[in-house]
């Protein structure tokens, strides 16, 4: 079986890409600030850099009936929203943030696809149509068994089969349309990168700030700040072998000396 690339044109630029040299971390974001600046030059090398990365993400979809060539340019046009949108001071890669943009793109690009495709113009399509109405079978393998088409054709066939059946712009039993189910309907990809950088941030802040405590703190907080049940501050004391009340002040000092710390590391993560 040939590769996907066979292609004159796609080899061609699979050859062209294996040449992209990849950024480090500094240079992409000073070609991001200068091309925010509006840098053109700068944009291109940003860009550029991330080509491989598309192609990646869009062999993802190969499966779906639609050729490569069209999704891969269906994800460089989703690389260039989120070059646009990407903001250098976030500790963040391109690469990291374009990801969302460039699959909702090839997604909406596969979903108009799916509006104009037509079925049923072989005796072998109208067969595989006929039995995925009755039985919604996915398994290729079956679905060419009774159809009479290769497992391959059937294969790209049952994304198909699924999408026309499932009516991508009229919802059924009044929930979300296939469309719907297809867009993301979360964070953001500024908001979900963000707070994945300040999760990650805020681990390493924690575990720093711990090692600044005594042993009887470090106990304090394990016992009583992140345990999923927390001690009783009496089974704490006979732990500590100190009054309940001691603990209690124990405790206060603990969480003055842990705020100062974070508030010193990253005001973020002690507000």
């Given at each position: 079986m040939g590769s996907i690339f066979d292609a004159p044109s796609l080899q061609a630029y699979r050859i062209k890409l294996g040449q992209v040299k990849q950024l480090d971390r500094e240079t992409e974001r000073e070609l991001a600030r200068a091309y925010l600046a509006g840098d053109r030059r700068a944009g291109d090398k940003l860009i550029e850099a991330c080509l491989p990365f598309v192609v990646a993400i869009a062999l993802e979809y190969r499966r779906w009936g639609v050729p490569i060539e069209d999704i891969i340019q269906q994800g460089n046009v989703g690389l260039l929203r989120?070059?646009?949108?990407?903001?250098p001071s976030r500790d963040c890669r391109l690469a990291t943030y374009?990801?969302?943009?460039?699959?909702?793109e090839i997604r909406e690009y596969v979903v108009r696809g799916y509006r104009v495709v037509r079925l049923g113009t072989t005796k072998a399509e109208r067969r595989a149509l006929r039995a995925y109405?009755?039985?919604?079978?996915?398994?290729p393998a079956a679905l060419a068994k009774v159809s009479g088409m290769t497992p391959e054709r059937a294969a790209g066939l049952i994304p198909l089969l699924a999408a026309r059946e499932a009516s991508i712009d009229v919802s059924r039993d009044e929930g979300p349309s296939l469309a719907d189910r297809l867009a993301a309907s979360g964070p953001s990809p500024e908001e979900t990168t963000a707070q994945r950088e300040l999760d990650t941030r805020s681990r390493a802040d924690v575990k720093l700030a711990l090692e600044d405590l005594t042993d009887r703190e470090k106990l304090i907080v394990r016992e009583r700040m992140m345990a999923e049940e927390p001690r009783t501050l009496q089974e704490?004391?006979?732990?500590?072998?100190?009054?309940?009340?001691?603990?209690r002040q124990l405790e206060e000092r603990t969480r003055s000396k842990l705020r100062a710390k974070l508030e010193a590391l990253s005001p973020l993560v002690a507000a």
């Open positions: 989120a070059a646009s949108k990407f903001d374009a990801a969302y943009w460039i699959r909702a109405r009755m039985t919604k079978e996915s398994d704490l004391g006979d732990i500590l072998g100190v009054s309940k009340e001691r603990v």
